[in-house]
């Protein structure tokens, strides 16, 4: 690739986080009045209303970058998926619309949005040079693949700073890919990098300020959710690139949520719970109740996921093949999930011996009433 091509590719990233970085603090002054404020209560941790304007920001510099190179006509099924999707979130922050209709909306923009583009994921992988075609089982499987990115980016979104960071992480790794493979694709992943880094600065707390000033909203998590798998594909497709990846190694660019989403829908059904309804068993949750702050919290997560990144990318480059990738992540799935029952399992021990303690205590100080 070229040096304009570079120079272009620096340019779109940093107009992205120019565009957010002016327009929050704007957004955030009339967020009262469009009602895009979450307020104090139930699972939610904050003490004061926050404006739910980070998505607006973060959608308004995507749509400035599409429109003014034309992007929107490279890419028609994206600019339709990014903006339905984001109009879905900001009637679910606005209005908190019921888990099934979001889902039922999603799946059918996921859908066309794919379709107006032509981007499926062709095949599982190969073996000894052989391709693992889907066939039409690509329609369904790439539908679900997004859609579980999508709900797993939106459930991470959970404490300040969490979710962006994990999808700037993610994004990193995406960008160096499509520079390497120099796709035409190095344009949204640069841009999407940029809107993100522009909200992570005002969402992430710093020893400077105690909370975030703006929360994401479900109208950037799902705009996202849809974004980074759509660019993923695009890579492991070799009409779209020069190098293509292996279609398991996208497991690993979202491990760490697909590894907490999965542990919480196995909890939740093993529970008899549904699995659409909040609950405060992610692995955020988990942690800060093991008594780290929110900040430990974030950056072991941050830790944690840069570490699958990485691991995966090792794996991808010392070429372990499609079987390989597949095995250790199903390793590594297994293993996460083990640790957080332990984990779980620790705290409800604490939980019982302070409830029995504290029996025993009331226990005693009846006894005394009874003989004074």
């Not at 690739?1 to 002054?29: C, K, S, W, Y």
């Not at 429109?67 to 990014?82: A, E, M, R, V, W």
């Not at 100080?365 to 004074?372: E, G």
Request: proline share 4%; hydrophobic share 50%.
């Amino acid at each position: 690739m070229d040096i304009p091509n570079h120079a272009l590719l620096q340019a779109e990233g940093f107009v992205a986080l120019v565009v957010v970085l002016a327009t929050i603090p704007i957004l955030r002054r009339f967020a009262p009045k469009l009602g895009l404020v979450d307020h104090p209560g139930g699972r939610k941790r904050q003490c004061t209303p926050t404006p739910l304007v980070g998505g607006v920001a973060v959608f308004i510099a995507l749509l400035i970058v599409l429109l003014d190179g034309d992007l929107y006509l490279q890419y028609p099924g994206f600019t339709t998926g990014i903006t339905s999707l984001f109009v879905i979130g900001l009637l679910d922050d606005r209005h908190d619309l019921g888990a099934e209709l979001r889902f039922v909306a999603q799946a059918v923009i996921v859908s066309v949005a794919l379709s107006m583009d032509g981007i499926w994921l062709e095949s599982i992988g190969s073996y000894t040079g052989t391709q693992f075609e889907l066939g039409i089982l690509k329609y369904p499987i790439t539908v679900l693949s997004v859609l579980g990115v999508i709900n797993a980016i939106n459930m991470l979104d959970g404490l300040d700073g969490l979710a962006s960071g994990v999808v700037a992480l993610t994004l990193f790794f995406i960008l160096g890919f499509s520079i390497e493979s120099q796709s035409s694709i190095i344009t949204l992943s640069s841009t999407l990098l940029g809107a993100t880094l522009g909200f992570w600065l005002y969402n992430y707390r710093f020893p400077w300020r105690t909370r975030a000033s703006v929360f994401m909203g479900d109208s950037g998590t799902i705009l996202l959710g849809f974004a980074l798998p759509y660019i993923a594909i695009n890579l492991t497709l070799p009409s779209k690139t020069t190098i293509a990846l292996e279609p398991a190694y996208l497991l690993w660019l979202f491990a760490l949520p697909l590894w907490d989403i999965t542990t919480v829908l196995i909890k939740r059904v093993k529970a008899g719970r549904s699995p659409f309804l909040a609950g405060r068993d992610h692995i955020h949750h988990i942690l800060l109740s093991h008594n780290l702050s929110v900040r430990q919290t974030v950056l072991l997560i941050y830790c944690i996921s840069l570490l699958a990144l990485s691991l995966g990318t090792s794996l991808h480059y010392f070429k372990f093949g499609s079987i390989g990738l597949y095995t250790i992540f199903l390793l590594t799935l297994y293993i996460y999930v083990k640790l957080v029952y332990r984990f779980e399992g620790k705290l409800m021990s604490q939980s019982a011996e302070v409830i029995d303690f504290k029996a025993a205590t009331d226990a005693k100080k009846d006894k005394l009433n009874k003989k004074i």
